[in-house]
């Protein structure tokens, strides 16, 4: 384990922080889940997104991601929206990045009628209400989870996080 954690060493010089955080959306009216397709749907939020300058990922003919300046945009398996930012030198410029990255987030889901809210679990619906994205992994994701255990698909559908990755000098 030491080897494996040296190989990841870096000078100070080169030290990078990144943050991934992830929010659940939901419908402004009735508070249920976003699908994907729709017109108050995840797939129109990422086209939304698109007047701020990012670019979109296709699986096929979905829009699965975005991506801009070392950032992305993905999506959890249960609509999750998640920021995964560009590696930066200080934390006050991911703080600046989370924030810039919330606001087009709520200029366009205002348009939409929809919300989203960085919780550590969704609060109100069932596993069986949560709308799955098309992405072909989460398909074989959903048929291996339940082989694990009994709440990995609650944890795939249901969850979100806030994550730091951090660049290190020594194990």
């Not at 698109?50 to 003919?61: A, D, L, N």
């Amino acid at each position: 384990l030491v080897e494996y954690l040296e190989q990841g060493c870096k000078p100070k010089i080169e030290w990078r922080i990144g943050t991934e955080h992830e929010k659940i959306g939901y419908n402004i009216n009735d508070l249920r889940p976003i699908p994907y397709d729709g017109p108050f749907g995840i797939k129109a939020m990422l086209i939304g997104l698109q007047r701020f300058g990012w670019s979109p990922v296709f699986e096929k003919e979905n829009i699965i991601a975005l991506s801009k300046n070392g950032q992305s945009i993905t999506l959890e398996p249960g609509g999750q929206f998640e920021l995964s930012g560009a590696m930066l030198t200080t934390i006050h410029e991911t703080c600046a990045e989370v924030n810039n990255h919330l606001a087009q987030v709520r200029d366009v889901a205002g348009e939409l009628g929809v919300g989203f809210i960085g919780i550590g679990m969704q609060p109100k619906w069932q596993r069986s209400e949560i709308p799955v994205m098309p992405k072909q992994r989460y398909d074989i994701m959903r048929a291996y989870m339940p082989t694990k255990g009994s709440r990995g698909l609650d944890m795939m559908l249901r969850t979100c996080t806030v994550q730091v990755n951090l660049d290190f000098e020594s194990e």
